[in-house]
Every structure is written in C-alpha cells, then in structure tokens.
C-alpha cells in the first residue's frame, strides 16, 4: 500500500490564481480530511468527509472547495489564492469516523506571493 | 472543545526514558485523549491514545491520572529519531460522528547524544 498520498509537494501561486491539492489514499478509508499547519498554530482542520459524496467545514473552510466523488481521493480546491493561505497542508484519512488512528500525507508546501 | 496544555520544548538524553506531561483539565468523560508526533516536515504519527486506563504499546506508554485532567506519555528509551513535535489532543466528537482531532502547539522534545 502507499498509504495517503499527496501532490505536489512544493507549489508556488500567485495572488488570485487557483489551483487543486491532490489527495489520495489506497486503504479503503471511509473518513479523510484536509489540515492546514502554520507556525505557532499547530494544525488546523479545513474540510472532512466522512464517506464518499458527503462533506462537510471543519474549524478554518473559507477560501477552500473540497469535493468526495470517490472513496480514494479527496481534492483540496484553493479558489482564489490569497498570502494568508501560505501553509502546509496534510491531507488524513481513517478506516471509520471513529477509528483511533489517523494516517496522514507528507504535505504539500504552499507559497503564495 | 477541551483545550490541552503542554510544555514548549523538553530535552532528554539518549537511552533514557522521556516523560511529556499534558493537561486536559477540562476534558469530558467520554473523550479520549491521543498523542501523535511529528518529526521534521513530516506527516504527523499516530502514537497511542487512552480514556481512563494507562495504555502501553511497542512505542510508548500513556498514564492518565484518576481524575482525567492530565496524562504523561512516556518513551522508555530514547533514540535520536525519536527526536519530533509531540501533540496531546483530545478528540471531539461532531456532526456525523465525525472526528475531530484539535492539535495544540505540542511539545518539542529532543533527544541529545
């Protein structure tokens, strides 16, 4: 299995330029989620889904779509971009909402100038 | 959301056992508390969790105090790569049933030769 995997690893936008965050998960996990880490505030949850075709906010969703056609991937849509959502984002997935352990992606690094 | 505690930063050497405090004090009785790690640029990792009992697994072990309000992990002997951000977190349940897990800023531990 590769786990959760997440594309790019680095990326560069521009101010008003939009882009999708991949996610993927070879696990069969019903449960994933998008965090955002920045300095001093630890990670934050954007977006989750609990199954494929629900969503749903987490504590910082402005600025970001995210939509569950499959139960593999779990896309992170940055609309317009803006310098406040230069960050790292983790992209997790779980067997279930209430499994123990969570698995989390290596990161996307995201530079917005 | 039950909000936990933790020192900034801790040191410990090598081969000896590291003792992270947290405290959870205003945890409800049916929430768990969960330690992860996160070890330079990576993903975090999950660690162990537990509800009222001490918990021991092949990393760690968690002690949680009678009164829930606080735990210790404990990393019986310490290598170098155990050198990483640990988070206390408490998950929270949501709509759905969904989890959330609410990372604090974590400890820094590092492990000196």
């Known amino acids: 299995n590769a786990g959760v995997t997440q594309t790019p690893k680095f990326q560069v936008l521009k101010t008003g330029q939009s882009m999708t965050l991949q996610c993927a998960q070879d696990?069969?996990?019903?449960?994933m989620s998008w965090y955002r880490q920045d300095p001093g505030m630890g990670l934050r949850l954007i977006h989750y889904?609990?199954?494929?075709?629900?969503?749903d906010q987490g504590e910082v969703p402005n600025g970001y779509n995210v939509s569950r056609s499959t139960t593999e991937d779990f896309p992170l849509r940055l609309l317009s971009a803006a310098p406040s959502q230069t960050s790292v984002y983790f992209c997790?997935?779980?067997?279930?909402?209430?499994?123990?352990?969570?698995?989390f992606g290596p990161g996307t690094r995201l530079t917005v100038t | 959301d039950a909000k936990t505690t933790q020192p900034p930063s801790m040191d410990c050497a090598e081969g000896r056992a590291a003792n992270l405090p947290c405290n959870h004090s205003t945890i409800s009785g049916n929430e768990y508390v969960y330690w992860y790690r996160q070890i330079h640029s990576q993903g975090p990792q999950y660690i162990i969790h537990?509800?009222?009992n001490n918990e021991t697994n092949e990393m760690a072990s968690l002690i949680i105090t009678e009164d829930r309000k606080s735990s210790t992990l404990i990393l019986p002997h310490a290598t170098l790569r155990d050198t990483a951000v640990y988070y206390c977190?408490?998950?929270?349940?949501?709509?759905?049933?969904?989890?959330?897990?609410?990372f604090g800023q974590g400890t820094r531990l590092t492990i000196n030769p």
């Open positions: 977190i408490v998950r929270v349940a949501i709509i759905q049933g969904a989890q959330k897990l609410v």
């Open positions: 997790a997935s779980s067997y279930s909402t209430v499994s123990y352990e969570q698995y």
């Open positions: 696990m069969n996990h019903e449960y």
């Open positions: 537990g509800l009222k």
């Open positions: 889904s609990v199954g494929a075709g629900i969503t």
